[in-house]
């Protein structure tokens, strides 16, 4: 194991305080969904186990995604499976898409907006606000929400989802080129009015600062291993920075950002490392990883499509 490597995996253990749902719904996105989307709970303890997280908070964390309704549980004779539920599997697969995205969204050049149109109390417009931030939307005043590539129709069902569509009749979803009235100003200082991105751009930066050394250095030594173990665990937690990252990303188009965005970086260094990481912790899944009763699921094809080796972005140096 290199240095690098083993002060990441130290800096988490050393953490006061884990959060041990988050990390787990990362480890059912990247490593359970594509395998049957089920795990048997002890062998998710035994996987989680050399991050220091105790069985007793695994435990608790996987009964709170049961009650959140992300997974449910499959009984095998005395054991159980805790398997994704249709909305919690549509919940990762949905995330999936953005995690392993082989490039940031294209731009059609038209504004999505939504207004909040007739009387909304301050508890539903203020839902309203925080499932729309989660969609990526920023808000210009108080009763326009923008963005410049989201899908009007999934923004919509997700409303539905969250238990909003009584609010449904009080937004008005309208297209607008660049050049309409009220958006005519420059595109990167629209965004500028919408969102603030200076703390996500400092965190993105971050993310670049404690994986960029591990790379450089399985860069420079080619003959360079990574144990089966040590690559699942470092795996893990480069997906889950990452994704906590993404949870706070508009992911809006390269036009519409400044040059020296560090998302584009971070992008690269976790799309390169991940490649890196993909074998030998596979095969630490294929050992550890097991249902109820004792079998080990295979990774679905569709494994093969993360970070496709054709990625537009391996023709940008590192």
């Known amino acids: 194991m290199t240095e690098s ?3 990441r995996l130290d800096d988490f253990r050393q953490q006061r305080r884990v959060q041990a749902r988050s990390l787990i719904i990362s ?7 594509l395998r049957g989307g089920r795990v048997w709970l002890g062998s998710l303890v035994q ?3 050399p991050l220091e997280l105790n069985e007793r908070l695994i435990r608790t964390s996987v009964f709170r995604l049961v009650k959140e309704e992300w997974l449910h549980t499959e009984t095998v004779g005395r054991r159980a499976d805790y398997a994704l539920t249709s909305l919690g599997r549509q919940r990762f697969e949905e995330a999936a898409r953005h995690i392993y995205a082989s490039h940031a969204p294209q731009w059609d050049r038209r504004w999505r907006l939504i207004f909040t149109v007739g009387e909304l109390d301050a508890k539903k417009r203020e839902q309203v606000r925080s499932a729309l931030f989660w969609q990526g939307f920023g808000l210009l005043g108080s009763d326009c929400f923008v963005h410049p590539s ?3 129709t999934q923004a919509f069902d997700a409303l539905v989802a969250e238990g909003l569509s009584d609010v449904i009749g009080h937004l008005m979803p309208l297209l607008a080129a660049d050049a309409y009235s009220g ?3 420059n595109g990167i200082d629209l965004v500028r009015r919408a969102w603030s991105l200076e703390s996500l751009d400092l965190a993105y930066a971050a993310f670049v600062a404690t994986y960029s050394p591990i790379l450089a250095d399985l860069r420079r030594d080619r003959q360079l291993e990574v144990a089966p173990q040590e690559a699942f665990l470092l795996r893990t937690l480069l997906i889950h920075d990452y994704r906590r990252l993404l ?3 508009p992911e809006l188009p390269e036009i519409l950002l400044s040059r020296d965005w560090s998302g584009q970086m971070a992008r690269l260094v976790c799309r390169d490392l991940y490649r890196r990481l993909l074998a030998p912790s596979e095969a630490h899944l294929d050992q550890h990883l097991k249902w109820a009763d004792g079998s080990i699921p295979e990774a679905s094809p569709a494994l093969s499509k993360r970070f496709p080796q054709d990625d537009p972005l391996d023709r940008i140096a590192l």
């Open 27 to 33: 480890v059912f996105g990247d490593a359970i969904l």
């Open 47 to 49: 996987l989680l186990e």
């Open 183 to 185: 958006l005519s100003a």
């Open 150 to 152: 989201a899908d009007l």
């Open 5 to 7: 490597i083993q002060r």
């Open 247 to 249: 949870l706070r990303d």
